[in-house]
């Protein structure tokens, strides 16, 4: 497997957190107390707004484009109703590649628009269609409903590939986060129905193990980060996240699935053989970076061509942030170029 390290810009530093990030923590924390001393609480009413969390995802972010993408609205017919996709495309002629994003948001939150610039610079980047799909969400809609929407997504690209401009042949799929579980759980689809319609995935810091099991290649822990300076930030950025996600992911099953069914957690799949050439990009100071990063290790071993590429002193959702970490650029360079190498 090949594993790249990716170090701060312009810096030698090891085990701390890029200056970009800890600004952007250190003035969250900032606001966070100067909010608490200000604002009268109120009483605790019992109930909880989902939209309320939901409005607290994602982080404005710029169009680093420099060539003009068109953007197209369709709304397609799926298994379980009607699924918006937003459309990505470059200027250039003939049939291109084609990019299923799958935004992130712990499944019950995020929407097209917090991947909207990111999804414009790898239609750029890759020179291709990027089809951004927006699934239905929990706890409204519980698993697989949104699985299923991604899916239905895949299989519409693929048999309707000379509507959009897109090659058949050429079908990959991305996301971050939960996204990146959608992702990788449509690969594994694709290959138990025989469909082979999915040629690589790229997986950004993927959640692929809900259940949490240890295993041959996992067993979470803090001690596995190292940590030289900025701890007052990076570790309840990473325990936060561990905290949170349990909330989301019982949000996302409702106790109607085994959070170590392979379609929930494929980290804990007994067979990843036969599944297409993978990208795995971790941040270095995620929760999810060790599940990540077993997962590549797995793929590896079953025989799937993998490479794995680590963000030294990022943290989680860092491609929301394009125009602000370079990282965030980067990163879609790094699956335009992927795109590239595979369907040259």
Known sequence: METILKRIPDSNAKGELDPRVLDVLSRARRDFFEAAQTTKPEPDSGSFSIERLRELMGWPNTDVTRTAIQTEYREIAGTNGSIPLRLYSPETAGDHPCILFFHGGGFIGGSLNTVENPCKSLAEKANAVVVSVDYRLAPEHAFPAGLNDCFDAVKWVFSHAAEIGVNPHQIAVSGDSAGGNLATVCTMLDREQGTGMIKLQALIYPT?????????DFEWSLDQYTVNNHREYIIPAIEGLKEGGSF???MYLQKQTDPE???????????????????????????????????ARRLSRSGVQTKLI?????????????????????CMEEIAEAIKQRFS
Do not use: W
């Open 310 to 330: 680590r963000y030294c002193g990022m943290d989680h959702a860092f491609i929301d942030k394009i125009g602000l970490y370079p990282q965030a650029e980067e």
């Open 248 to 250: 989301m992911h019982d």
């Open 261 to 295: 069914h392979p379609h929930v957690s494929p980290l804990l799949a007994e067979d990843l053989t036969g599944l297409p050439e993978t990208l795995v990009i971790v941040a270095e100071y995620d929760y999810l970076r060790l599940e990540g990063e077993a997962y």
């Open 208 to 216: 692929v193990n809900m259940a949490g099991t240890p295993t041959e």
